[in-house]
């Protein structure tokens, strides 16, 4: 391949400049943090330890939180694996009434915080005080709880609820650009509906299943919000909120910062793991199913079933999204947590003291609206650079660009923020702890690789030639950028800035590890107040939090859709 | 009786009728290819005869058994109608290999082992596949996709075979062989066969007997010389085929071209006659130059397409083209010319 611009150019050009920008942008802000966890990890005192670090892992409350992530992961991954594959299959291959609708709905717990959700559930059901609970033991004179929500099974249902739908979405997409003939030629062949459903089709979708169970897997692995909110109550930690406590509780401590390396170090492996099995699931199962012209799907007739099955999608979506929201706000509005809902004990002071009096919440309200909206304007702008060496330039040494800009993918969010507190807090001459400059970092960080995969698909449409007709006809290299390039990307710029505006507004994860006295985000409030018994104050917040982000969610289908049109 | 009887077969989605009071009775060992334009109706009567689609009215029966029937709302499933069916988009499955393929309905069908084995054997040797049977049908081209599609509708010894396009999502020159090979195996183990297709020719070289479709509504039914030769309405004239049309106002025995009078070339049936205008049609190398006769026009434009010479003459709005053989004389573009219609065909000018 000739390199026809830099070779032809010694000097530091352009494309250099580019380069080296791109690269010290991602060592910098994501390289760094992650091989300084490595590295405190497994180097003490001068040297490569690894007895230490086998050590730490062999300890009873290390060991435990291993197991814990273990066991919650799987439980959801096989939970949401078999309700987002149920419901797909439900509304692509049925008769069932208002398909339409009611795949739109199964995507809504999406745009939820599931912490959010975990909270509302916690009011539900906790063992003495959830609403549900103490209803069923007045009315039926129980002495013990109905479910008890701060138990294995109980983090495992909520973090299905808001997990499933990363099955749900390839499974159902599979299905429908499944060729229809693939299963009506089985048909035709002799066999009958469930033989196909077990022969042809599931066979067929099977690598949209795992790909989609192997991400549930993923995130709940590394999932903070609900185990914080309903595990470590009684005892109960994974991976993520261990680090959490080991990093609170520390103020600086060694041990604790080297034990929080080493369970985010093991993070790292296993993350990288699953994002590898993934690739390789999808690489093998690429077959080659999708319809060419052809009649709707065979649907399946659910005939007498047809009406309890959508009271069934119905109630699902009732009990997983509307109760949970609707107790949120309804908390929120109570004077006191634990009075009943009557006109008299509700009110709307909460949420207009949170909003225009209360300078926590104000505080917070303000940092994350501005955290995440510096955050997608820089990781948008920094995305397009460096989208546009890796997929444009034609320089030596993109291909590093291409590993550092798909390693956040694989790196959870409390490993940034670990890696952001190693990096930033003074050993390097640069102290930022505790102020509002490190959780931007740390965003920055966390949400590049949504960036880089935008920005990458908005260039790859446009083609080399409009870019070398440019400058045929006299542009330079940054004009030809300004005026050719940027206006054909400026959708892909526009998805990339709300991907990671709309995600850090509700931001838990990583601000939890960072936050200082001042500079507490949407997330980190409601958490801590719920954690400080200010359950109706955390609800309120919750609630304004929720209105926020279903507001800039439906803010962007419109633009998108008048996007396209034009 | 015939074997396979279709007796007023409609069916409607929504208020449009997709297929209108469809008549067609195919004999054993029979090739019927619906032939017609995309939207016509023809692979919709094709999946109401695989199963696929209810009927909206009528019946059909193969042998002495009714499988659809709107008036007893009875229909025979699909899986239980031992058809075999070729899909246009070849529908293999890609998580087997070819054999397992050829084999899933044999094992559907709970046969012996050894039996399978034979069966599926004997069909993938008949379609040239027995060298690729444990691979991946993945790795096939598209003729070889299809070839197995075949197979598999072969190993189920089927009463009746479907077709639905089979051929149109294959290259060209892989088309005109797997043309050659259906007909093949249709002569050896005469299957009846109903084919879908929009391609004439496809029609033409496969079945013993078309019939044209048209808006859901059957245009023509006949041999293949017979729908080339005697088209039963304009629609057919020229959906089948090249052709030329020249409308034409016809007045006290005589016909008037843009402005002009002439005498007919074949006396025109009566009651067109007695409407007073038609259009003339006529395939474009059954029309003769004259220098003297004949309907005036003058030459627009003159293609050399290899053996045969293109001709596009202007007879007042209307554009008439003749064919004719590199051999024979013709004019020049800008020339008048007298056109003769050698063997012309009337038809109504509505409809």
């Known amino acids: ?566 | 009786m015939a074997y396979i009887e279709l007796s007023g077969v409609t069916k409607r989605f929504g208020k449009v009728a997709a297929v209108n009071r469809l008549d067609l009775s195919i004999e054993q060992g029979e090739c019927v290819a619906m032939l017609g334009p995309s939207g016509c109706g023809k692979t919709t009567t094709l999946r109401m005869v695989a199963g696929f689609e209810d009927l909206d009215d009528g019946e059909i029966r193969v042998g002495d058994r009714v499988i659809s029937s709107k008036k007893k709302h009875f229909y025979l499933p699909p899986e239980n109608r031992n058809f075999g069916m070729v899909f246009q988009a070849f529908a293999v499955w890609p998580h087997m290999s070819v054999f397992e393929n050829v084999a899933f309905p044999l094992r559907i069908r709970k046969l012996p082992r050894e039996e399978i084995q034979a069966r599926a054997e004997e069909a993938l040797k008949h379609t040239n596949l027995w060298s690729v049977a444990e691979g991946s049908p993945d790795d096939l081209s598209g003729g070889g996709k299809q070839r197995v599609a075949l197979a598999r509708a072969l190993a189920i010894r089927p009463d009746v075979m479907l077709l639905d396009e089979p051929l149109s999502s294959l290259d060209p020159h892989f088309r005109e062989e797997m043309r050659f090979e259906i007909k093949d195996l249709q002569r050896r183990f005469h299957h009846s066969i109903l084919y879908v297709t929009h391609d004439q020719s496809e029609a033409m070289a496969l079945s013993d007997r078309i019939l044209v479709m048209k808006g859901g509504v059957v245009q023509q039914v006949g041999s293949p010389l017979e729908i080339y030769g005697a088209p039963a309405n304009r629609f057919v004239f020229e959906f089948i085929g090249l052709s030329s049309f020249l409308q034409v106002a016809l007045r006290d025995g005589r016909m008037e071209v843009a402005g002009a009078s002439y005498a007919p070339p074949a006396p025109p049936p009566p009651e067109l006659a007695a409407a007073g205008g038609a259009w003339l049609a006529a395939r474009p190398n059954e029309i003769a130059f004259s220098t003297e006769g004949g309907v005036s026009g003058t030459v627009e434009r003159k293609a050399y397409l290899g053996e045969v010479i293109d001709y596009r003459v202007r007879v007042g709005e209307a554009e008439v083209r003749v064919q004719k053989t590199r051999r024979e004389p013709g004019p020049e573009v800008g020339e008048t010319c007298g056109l003769i219609f050698a063997r012309p065909r009337w038809y109504p000018l509505e409809g």
């Not at chain 1, 062999?58 to 694996?81: D, F, K, P, R």
């Not at chain 1, 304007?377 to 590093?400: D, E, F, N, P, Q």
């Not at chain 1, 926020?548 to 803010?555: A, K, L, R, W, Y």
């Open chain 1, 1 to 566: 391949m000739t390199t026809a611009v830099p070779a032809a150019q010694p000097r530091f050009g352009t494309a250099q400049i580019l380069l080296a920008l791109s690269v010290a942008i991602l060592v910098i802000v994501v390289a760094v943090p992650v091989l300084l966890i490595f590295f405190n990890a497994f180097w003490v005192q001068g040297q490569f330890n690894v007895v230490d670090v086998i050590k730490v892992l062999s300890q009873h409350e290390t060991y435990q939180a291993l197991l814990n992530s273990l066991i919650l992961a799987s439980g959801v991954t096989v939970t949401g694996t078999i309700v987002g594959t149920f419901f797909a299959w439900l509304v692509t291959r049925t008769d069932l009434p208002f398909k339409g609708t009611m795949k739109v709905l199964f995507l809504v717990p999406f745009m939820l915080p599931s912490f959010i959700g975990a909270l509302a559930w916690k009011m539900l059901l906790s063992p003495r005080s959830g609403y549900i609970n103490r209803l069923f033991m007045d009315l039926l004179g129980l002495d013990g709880p109905v479910f008890d929500i701060y138990t294995y099974g109980g983090i495992i249902l909520v973090e299905t609820m808001y997990l499933f739908p990363f099955v749900f979405i390839q499974v159902a997409g599979a299905l429908e650009r499944m060729d229809p003939t693939l299963e009506e030629s089985a048909r035709i062949s002799g066999a009958d509906l469930f033989t196909i459903t077990r022969k042809i089709t599931i066979p067929l979708v099977m690598p949209s299943i795992l790909s989609g169970s192997l991400l549930i897997m993923l995130y709940s692995m590394a999932h903070f919000g609900t185990v914080a909110v309903l595990g470590i109550e009684v005892g109960i930690y994974n991976i993520p909120t261990l680090i959490y406590e080991k990093i609170h509780q520390s103020a600086g401590s060694f041990a604790s910062i080297r034990t929080g390396t080493v369970l985010a170090s093991v993070l790292v492996v296993t993350a990288a793991f699953i994002m590898w099995l993934q690739n390789k699931v999808l690489a093998r199962g690429k077959y080659q199913i999708i319809a060419g012209k052809s009649f709707r799907p065979s649907e399946l007739k659910l005939r007498g079933l047809r009406v309890p099955m959508l009271l069934f999608c119905i109630a699902y979506i009732g009990f997983t999204i509307v109760l949970p929201t609707v107790t949120i706000f309804m908390v929120g509005g109570l004077r006191t947590y634990g009075l009943p809902f009557t006109a008299e004990n509700m009110t709307l002071d909460n949420y207009k003291f949170i909003l225009f009096d209360w300078q926590l919440t104000r505080d917070a309200i303000w940092n994350s609206v501005s955290l995440g909206f510096s955050a997608a304007l820089i990781t948008m702008t920094a995305g397009v650079i460096i989208s546009y060496v890796i997929v444009k330039m034609k320089v030596r040494g993109k291909g590093i660009l291409e590993f550092l800009g798909m390693l956040p993918f694989s790196v959870p969010g409390s490993v940034i923020a670990l890696g952001v507190i190693l990096a930033w807090s003074g050993k390097f001459g640069v102290n930022i702890y505790n102020t509002v400059w490190i959780i931007l970092v740390a965003y920055i960080a966390r949400y590049m690789a949504f960036s880089l995969k935008a920005n990458s698909a908005a260039l790859e449409q446009v083609h080399d030639s409009l870019v070398e007709a440019a400058r045929a006809s006299g542009a330079t290299m940054w004009q030809a950028l300004k005026d050719i390039v940027v206006p054909l990307v400026r959708p892909g710029m526009l998805a990339a800035f709300f991907l990671i505006f709309l995600p850090a507004l509700r931001e838990l994860t990583v601000s939890v590890l960072l936050y200082g006295p001042t500079t507490r985000t949407i997330g980190v409030a409601i958490y801590t107040l719920n954690e400080d018994g200010e359950t109706v104050y955390s609800a309120a917040l919750a609630g304004i939090a929720l209105i926020i982000i279903v507001f800039g969610e439906s803010v962007i289908k419109r633009l998108f859709k008048v996007g396209r049109k034009g």
